[in-house]
Nanobody, 120 residues
Framework: QVQLVESGGGLVQAGGSLRLSCAAS????????MGWYRQAPGKQRELVAT???????NYVDSVKGRFTISGDNAKNTVYLLMNSLKPEDTAVYYCNAEIRPLYGRSDDYWGQGTQVTVSS
């Protein structure tokens, strides 16, 4: 059974920084990609940043230049370093992973979410 465990959320003042971590555990063949989504109150969940297993990354325009996604393949972990945080970054951040099981097709997995609150 695959699990994604997130950590690193919290309360920070505008202009501050936070680093989120997400570790995948369980038995599986490989991780194809990992990333972060967020959902603010009253809004749809949106992609923040993703990274493929070969290191290609993608960001939503609103975080480019401020957020950096990175990964540790040996630890099955993805990180999101968030700098110059703004109040509009306030949301629940969810880790997502596309994981190939030992047998069968790849599937999407989600973490439980971690709250990020940026005060003005």
């Amino acid at each position: 059974q695959v699990q994604l465990v997130e950590s690193g959320g919290g309360l920070v003042q505008a202009g501050g920084s936070l680093r989120l971590s997400c570790a995948a555990s369980g038995t599986f063949f490989s991780i194809r990609a990992m990333g972060w989504y967020r959902q603010a109150p009253g809004k749809q969940r949106e992609l923040v940043a993703t990274m493929t297993s070969d290191g290609r990354s993608n960001y939503v325009d609103s975080v480019k230049g401020r957020f950096t996604i990175s990964g540790d393949n040996a630890k099955n972990t993805v990180y999101l370093l968030m700098n110059s945080l703004k109040p509009e970054d306030t949301a629940v951040y969810y880790c997502n992973a596309e994981i190939r099981p030992l047998y069968g097709r790849s599937d999407d997995y989600w973490g439980q979410g971690t709250q990020v609150t940026v005060s003005s």
